[in-house]
């Protein structure tokens, strides 16, 4: 079976600070991808990054940075400088098999107050 | 940039009531989904097309949902008789999957509509 778990459900920081969303999937498919999105508080849900399986690098994009270990199946999320704009709920969803649709977990809620 | 287009945003309505929901994909996607979000179950695939074709509706109960997509560029998710329970927020989203020989999937990210907030009271 295949399961996201997101054990933060609300995080709350003040700005300037770095935070870390958790993320651990089980999964028996070889070939998997993994994603996460935002949803801010108008409600839409926003990709923020895909990744696959066969790639353990990890990715900084701006404040943004990802740490992918398949050798504790996590995928990891770390916001620097945190901004009262990155406030939203953040989901960590995971896909595999042939069918491509997503499993999310629960999500984080990060507040981030100025 | 291409969007996911859904319609309506906003949906009210009596318990017994039709319900339909709309989705127009982005042009040349092969996939769309129906997810469900609600407060207690969190976001849950309901169905989901692939070139057009139902591939797995498990997720809806049978009984009073139907999904379909008469053509590449609208999906629809229909619920008859709608109940309490049903208000959530149903979004549809495309992407690109491709099969490959071995059958194992290269799943380009999905990209999701603002979603229909419904009600039924």
């Known amino acids: 079976a295949q399961k996201v778990t997101q054990a933060q459900t609300e995080i709350s920081v003040v700005e300037k600070e770095d935070v870390t969303l958790d993320c651990v999937y089980e999964?028996?498919?070889?070939?998997?991808?993994l994603f996460w999105y935002k949803q801010p508080p108008s409600g839409e849900l926003v990709f923020l990054i895909r990744?696959?399986?066969?790639?353990?690098q990890n990715e900084i994009s701006g404040r943004y940075s990802w740490n992918f270990q398949k050798s504790t199946s996590s995928f990891n999320f770390t916001i620097t400088a945190s901004q009262v704009v990155d406030s939203a709920v953040y989901f960590c969803?995971?896909?595999?098999?042939?069918?491509?649709?997503?499993?999310f977990g629960k999500g984080t809620k990060l507040s981030v107050k100025p | 940039d291409a969007r996911v287009t859904q319609t309506p945003r906003h949906k009210v309505t009596e318990m017994g009531q039709e319900v339909t929901m709309r989705c127009q994909p982005i042009?040349?996607?092969?996939?769309v989904f129906w997810y469900r979000q609600t407060m207690m179950q969190g976001l849950e695939l309901l169905a989901y097309?692939?070139?057009?074709?139902?591939?797995?509706d498990s997720g809806m109960p049978k009984d009073r949902f139907s999904a379909e997509m008469p053509d590449a560029t609208l999906a629809t998710l229909k619920i008859q008789p709608s109940e309490p329970r049903d208000s959530a927020v149903y979004f549809c989203?495309?992407?690109?999957?491709?099969?490959?020989?071995?059958?194992?999937?290269?799943?380009?990210?999905?990209?999701f509509g603002d979603g229909t907030r419904l009600s039924i009271l």
């Open positions: 989203a495309s992407g690109l999957v491709f099969i490959q020989t071995d059958q194992r999937s290269i799943n380009q990210p999905q990209h």
């Open positions: 097309f692939r070139n057009r074709a139902p591939l797995d």
């Open positions: 990744r696959n399986s066969f790639d353990e």
């Open positions: 969803a995971l896909s595999g098999g042939s069918q491509g649709n997503l499993i």
């Open positions: 999964t028996r498919d070889t070939t998997y991808y």
């Open positions: 042009l040349g996607h092969n996939t």
